[in-house]
């Protein structure tokens, strides 16, 4: 039998309605609106995704930073969802960029902005900035501003981008994203094993 489609669908309410419906309760329509972004990404079968469902994840994600423009882990849950799984690189980047529009200070996000610029974009110099933003913040890894050197003097080098999805990984919780990464992470990395076997036949 073919594979059925989730019929989960959240229903999609814009933002600024949901900050005049939920008055002083805005966080937790912010948390109830998390759950059901939680919910649809869970839900989704890897073999029926459709593009549609990406832009519903946005528009939960999108909501969720409407109602609470604070809540740094649904900026970062849904970049890296978009990027990583789904290779929605303008629509991950538009979360991201909301989240600095916000002023979160959370070395994560243009991070994350660094990351899909250096390995979904291959514009090297905006993720070299992005990263520069990212060391700036307190809390941040202190190998940035020498990834972000690397940036500069290599470009596409596959170690960059093995450092670099190693950070995506640390930067979310979620086991799913995490397997994913993972397996890139190991792509490149047996990429890079066999270039060495034919140099040296």
């Given at each position: ?50 593009k ?25 849950f849904?970049?890296?969802s ?71 003097a ?13 950070g ?34």
């Amino acid at each position: 039998m073919p594979a059925r489609e989730s019929a989960y669908r959240p229903s999609l309410v814009s933002g600024s309605l949901l900050r005049f419906i939920a008055l002083e309760y805005k966080e937790v329509m912010a948390d109830t609106t998390w759950l059901q972004a939680v919910q649809f990404l869970g839900n989704r079968d890897k073999a029926l995704r459709k593009k549609q469902d990406d832009q519903v994840l946005y528009d939960l994600i999108n909501r969720v930073t409407d109602l609470d423009a604070r809540f740094e882990y649904a900026y970062i849950f849904g970049a890296i969802s978009l990027s990583v799984l789904s290779d929605e690189i303008n629509l991950s980047n538009a979360l991201l960029q909301k989240g600095i529009k916000n002023n979160i200070r959370n070395w994560n996000i243009p991070f994350l902005l660094a990351f899909n610029h250096f390995y979904h974009l291959q514009d090297y110099s905006k993720a070299a900035y992005y990263i520069n933003l990212a060391s700036r913040i307190e809390g941040s890894p202190p190998y940035f501003p020498f990834l972000a050197a690397r940036f500069y003097a290599k470009g596409g080098d596959p170690q960059t981008a093995i450092l670099f999805l190693k950070g995506v990984y640390l930067s979310t919780k979620d086991e799913k994203m995490r397997e994913k990464i993972a397996e890139r992470i190991a792509e490149i990395e047996k990429n890079l094993d066999l270039g060495k076997e034919r140099g040296n036949n």
